[in-house]
């Protein structure tokens, strides 16, 4: 008789178990559909502002001396004309790093 006794007291409780496992698992599917299809919009534009930040970094940087006081680095102002993707002569050039170069090739 002990042994149906404790077997009724088992079973609410397992059912009581599954259904609150149940809505659990229903409350996390719900935030997850709320998260990915309602609030989509926001995280693709929160997304776009994190990744397209735009940061200036000063590049001047000090000169560098060796012991006996001569210059070993310093910060220099060119002009950068890169050139890439150009026809010269018929021939498509992918790497030429400065106008001057491509000066040079159309003399050749």
Same mark, same amino acid.
């Given at each position: 008789?002990?042994?149906?006794? /404790?077997?009724?007291?088992?079973?609410?409780? &397992?059912? =009581?178990?599954?259904? =609150? $496992?149940?809505?659990? @698992? !229903?409350? %996390?599917?719900?935030?997850?559909?709320?998260?990915?299809?309602? +609030?989509?919009?926001?995280?693709?534009?929160?997304?776009?502002?994190?990744?397209?930040?735009? *940061?200036?970094? +000063?590049?001047?940087?000090? %000169? %560098?001396?060796?012991?006996?006081?001569? +210059? $070993? @680095?310093?910060? *220099?102002? !060119? !002009?950068?004309?890169? /050139?890439?993707? =150009?026809? !010269?002569?018929? @021939? =498509?050039?992918?790497?030429?790093?400065? $106008?001057? +170069?491509?000066?040079? &090739?159309?003399? $050749?």
């Amino acid at each position: 008789m002990a042994s149906s006794t /404790a077997a009724n007291g088992a079973k609410p409780r &397992l059912y =009581l178990f599954t259904f =609150l $496992l149940c809505l659990w @698992a !229903v409350a %996390i599917c719900g935030r997850l559909i709320y998260l990915q299809v309602i +609030e989509y919009g926001d995280f693709v534009q929160r997304a776009a502002r994190q990744q397209q930040r735009t *940061v200036d970094v +000063e590049p001047r940087r000090g %000169i %560098i001396y060796d012991r006996n006081g001569q +210059e $070993l @680095a310093m910060s *220099v102002m !060119v !002009v950068d004309d890169a /050139a890439s993707r =150009l026809y !010269v002569d018929g @021939a =498509l050039l992918l790497s030429c790093r400065t $106008l001057h +170069e491509v000066a040079i &090739l159309n003399n $050749l």
